[in-house]
């Protein structure tokens, strides 16, 4: 079983390029989620979408966009990388039981 | 806006002893979830609890909630070496489905 997948594992950005991290679900859940993990600081929530064809800001929204492509995908776009912006990124799904399973991360670096 | 904090921030412990991680949250909610991180590795499911009064056992671990107190906590029986981890508690806002994380409890077992 796959679960969720992110891609890519690994990304080197220079500031001002664009790029986006795909994330996909293959256990039929509604509710997606984007998180970013810096140290000390935990989990921040980016940006969610609790059904397919909608989606919210989260906590440090500012400097991302997200599509919700369909029940499976929910792709994460940085339109000008900043080097604040460097981070682990991590994808999320949450089952109808609110089990959330994880992507295996993407850390991206911007030089 | 939801705050979830931890404490301790950093524990360590000795093999065959036992600990509580505490959780306090600041807003109304009755959904609460624990969750393992290994370092370098995604997070990993461990609770969830989704009423006052809930208790959730998995081997050496032992998770409860108390809405009316707003504390969940993580009670660990007997430590080994395996249980070294980062853990985090995590949130559901009242009304909508933005799941807020703690800060992380980085445990370290010492034989």
């Known amino acids: 079983n796959a679960g969720v997948t992110q891609t890519p594992k690994f990304q080197v950005l220079k500031t001002g390029q664009s790029m986006t991290l795909q994330c996909a679900q293959d256990m039929n859940h509604n509710s997606m989620y984007w998180y970013r993990q810096d140290p000390g600081m935990g989990l921040r929530l980016i940006y969610y979408?609790?059904?397919?064809?909608?989606?919210d800001k989260g906590e440090v929204p500012n400097g991302y966009n997200v599509s919700r492509l369909n029940k499976r995908e929910f792709s994460l776009r940085l339109e000008s990388a900043a080097p604040s912006q460097t981070s682990v990124y991590f994808c999320?799904?949450?089952?109808?039981?609110?089990?959330?399973?994880f992507g295996q991360g993407t850390r991206l670096t911007v030089v | 806006e939801l705050k979830v904090e931890q404490n301790p921030l950093f524990l360590s412990m000795q093999e065959g002893k036992n600990y509580t991680i505490y959780c306090n949250y600041s807003t109304t909610s009755d959904r609460l979830y624990w969750y393992r991180q290994d370092p370098g590795k995604s997070l990993e499911s461990l609770f969830v609890l989704l009423s006052n009064g809930a208790v959730k056992q998995e081997g050496r671990l032992m998770a409860s909630l108390d809405t009316k107190a707003r504390l969940s906590t993580l009670h660990i029986t007997a430590a080994v070496h395996d249980l070294s981890a980062t853990y985090f508690c995590?949130?559901?806002?009242?009304?909508?489905?933005?799941?807020?994380f703690g800060t992380g409890t980085r445990l370290t077992i010492i034989p």
């Open positions: 979408s609790a059904s397919e064809g909608t989606t």
């Open positions: 999320a799904s949450i089952s109808g039981g609110r089990r959330a399973f």
């Open positions: 995590a949130v559901d806002s009242f009304g909508n489905e933005k799941l807020t």
